[in-house]
């Protein structure tokens, strides 16, 4: 059981069809990074062969603003609390 609704693969899914030619997926697990990410949901992350970036918030936020000069297709899933 989880204290919190997990990250799962179906919403990363939807997140990907809707963004055309993202570089770069950066993932903030909220402030203390409380967010669960399913297992099949980081396999299908991994399986796109791009970078991806799983961090708490405020330190995913901190890698967007360092990479969002020089790379432009960046999908951000921020998770704000907990």
Sequence with gaps: ??????????????YV???SDVEVIIIGTGQYG???????????LESLGIDIVIAETPRAIEVF????ESIKNILAILHVTC
Excluded: G, V
């Design 65 to 68: 603003n360092d990479i969002s």
């Design 34 to 44: 409380a967010l669960p990410i399913m297992e099949d949901a980081k396999e299908y």
């Design 17 to 19: 069809s809707i963004c």
């Design 1 to 14: 059981l989880y204290n919190h609704t997990p990250l799962s693969r179906e919403e990363i899914e939807y």
